[in-house]
């Protein structure tokens, strides 16, 4: 199942530094791990803002919200998601 995801990072302002770039750097890793397993399909970054937008390829609604709850930087987004489904147009033989 597809899944378009919006997230935009609020992380506090009075965090240490050193705080805010382990969490970075925990969710990097994190991210692209799922990127390299497929699940974490695209990854953009929303021009003008700390916020992307994301297609993930996961089995159920189960496992989206585990992959996204266990972000290291969950507590510190706003996060949207939308189901998507194939457009009748698509020429991409992979979009389901
Ligand atoms: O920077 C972001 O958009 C937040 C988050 C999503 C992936 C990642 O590495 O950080």
């Given at each position: 199942m597809l899944f378009k995801v919006e997230m935009t990072v609020r992380i506090p302002?009075?965090?240490?530094a050193e705080v805010v770039a382990d969490i970075k750097g925990r969710e990097k890793a994190y991210a692209q791990d799922l990127q390299q397993q497929g699940k974490w399909r695209h990854l953009w970054r929303v021009a003008g803002s700390y916020a992307n937008v994301s297609i993930f390829d996961v089995k159920d609604n189960a496992e989206l919200q585990d992959l996204i709850s266990n972000l290291p930087l969950f507590p510190y987004m706003d996060i949207t998601v939308a189901p998507l489904c194939r457009h009748p147009s698509s020429i991409r033989e992979d979009d389901r």
């Open positions: 302002h009075d965090m240490p």
